[in-house]
């Protein structure tokens, strides 16, 4: 069993953004990402299944379909093939879950 305190994890930086992996494995990847304000991530997951919880803060995430606001407690799932871009607006940490195809 792993065990983690988030609150111990968060780290952020005004260059880029800080992932700390928690867990990774054949079938799934668990990041904690910490990003500042205008910071955006995601991008390169297009091909994986992906689980957000946001875990504080505030931000959007960006589909084909447009730009939807997202805060603390948001809960996001995106299918594969599916683009997504996740932007902090203010000081933001989420889980996120990655997911491979197959």
Same mark, same amino acid.
């Given at each position: 069993?792993?065990? =983690? $305190?988030?609150?111990?994890?968060? +780290? @952020? ?13 054949? +079938?799934?990847? #668990?990041? @904690?990402?910490?990003m500042e ?8 997951? $297009?091909? !994986? +299944?992906?689980?957000i919880v ?13 730009? !939807?606001? #997202?805060e603390e407690?948001? =809960?996001?799932? @995106? ?7 996740? +932007?902090?607006?203010? $000081? ?11």
């Amino acid at each position: 069993m792993g065990e =983690f $305190k988030l609150e111990d994890s968060i +780290k @952020f930086s005004e260059e880029n953004i800080v992932s700390t992996n928690l867990y990774d494995s054949q +079938k799934v990847c #668990v990041d @904690f990402l910490c990003m500042e304000e205008g910071q955006s991530a995601l991008e390169d997951t $297009k091909d !994986q +299944k992906v689980i957000i919880v946001i875990n504080s803060g505030s931000g959007s995430v960006v589909t084909d379909e447009g730009e !939807q606001d #997202v805060e603390e407690g948001t =809960f996001v799932l @995106f299918e594969s093939s599916e683009p997504r871009t996740l +932007k902090a607006k203010t $000081k933001l940490t989420a889980l996120v879950t990655a997911i491979p195809k197959g």
